[in-house]
């Protein structure tokens, strides 16, 4: 065989393979995606307030393709309680739009489903360590037929999943109408803990994530306004899984002048098999009430009082 011929033939055999790498996809060249830079406190990450929604006008077809597969979307949410395998996804869709042209931030407790209407509030329940978190699905995917939900890289934090990738869970819908004393994640207060910058790739129109919203742990998590939840409002100053350090919390509360002393109390509530106790100041009247006390806190030195519902 000549040179000539030789040379042809790898051209050829070049070509090809650069064909058959095209027509494969661009899931095996896509970067891959990943968690930020710093790590979050799964005990002080707030959950998704459930509260009544229209339907999106984006996002809710009565059918959709992806990868050569049809989606029926579910007209009503109600009764829903499936079992499966959770994935989340992170910073490679930070800073793009989810299905219902919501903002994604993956610091906030949302999530994609390929059936659950847009919006719907789910708990999630990690099978593997008795973990729960409250999320808002606003968002289409995953389109794996092994998995059931894709959470928000927070929310995989709080479950306790986001180093291993998937876990099993139970999804079970929640009535927003029904009361909450879930915590309230204020969105437009929140920045990454971490420095590494977040490039925002393109995906499927159907699976795009979002979120230009920052979050900041190191401020007290501030409400839109007090219209936006009708359930009581405190301030929460720590959680402690010793009742004894949440007992030395409230004793050093009570030292401040303006604290009302009958405010001061401690929750309990289970995170998986172990009880956390929360130290709550409320009721109270409104958020500039709320304000009032988380500056107060501030300014003698409490760390990172969150403003919460309950």
């Known amino acids: 065989m000549s040179l000539s011929n030789r040379f042809n033939q790898q051209l050829l055999f070049g070509a090809l393979l650069f064909l058959v790498l095209g027509l494969s996809g661009c899931s095996c060249l896509r970067s891959a995606d990943n968690a930020p830079n710093g790590k979050l406190d799964p005990n002080n990450i707030p959950d998704a307030v459930p509260r009544t929604e229209p339907l999106s006008k984006y996002g ?112 079970t819908v929640i009535d927003a109408t029904a009361p909450s004393s879930s915590l309230i994640f204020a969105q437009n207060s929140v920045t990454p803990p971490a420095s590494r910058p977040l490039s925002a790739t393109k995906e499927t129109n159907v699976a795009l994530a979002t979120g230009t919203q920052k979050v900041d742990y190191k401020k007290p998590i501030k409400l839109a306004s007090a219209e936006n939840t009708s359930s009581p409002l405190y301030v929460q100053v720590g959680s402690y899984k010793s009742l004894v350090s949440a007992k030395n919390m409230t004793k050093k509360i009570k030292q401040l002048s303006k604290i009302n002393h009958t405010q001061v109390a401690i929750k309990e509530t289970n995170q998986g098999d172990s009880p956390v106790y929360r130290v709550h100041i409320g009721p109270l ?26």
Not at 290 to 303: A, C, D, E, P, R
């Open 285 to 310: 009247k409104n958020n500039d009430q709320s304000q009032q006390i988380v500056q107060l806190l501030t300014k003698n030195g409490f760390q990172k009082p969150l403003v919460v519902a309950g």
């Open 60 to 171: 809710n077809p009565k059918s959709y393709v992806v990868h050569g597969k049809r989606y029926y979307v579910l007209q009503n949410a109600k009764g829903y309680d499936k079992t499966g395998l959770a994935s989340w996804y992170g910073t490679k869709f930070h800073g793009q739009h989810t299905s219902s042209r919501e903002s994604y931030n993956m610091y906030s407790m949302t999530a994609a489903s390929p059936v659950l209407p847009i919006p719907t509030y789910v708990k999630v329940t990690n099978l593997r360590n008795g973990r729960t978190a409250i999320v808002k699905v606003n968002d289409r995917g995953p389109f794996r037929s092994d998995r059931l939900i894709d959470l928000s890289y927070a929310a995989a934090v709080k479950l306790g999943y986001a180093n291993k990738g998937t876990t099993q869970v139970r999804v």
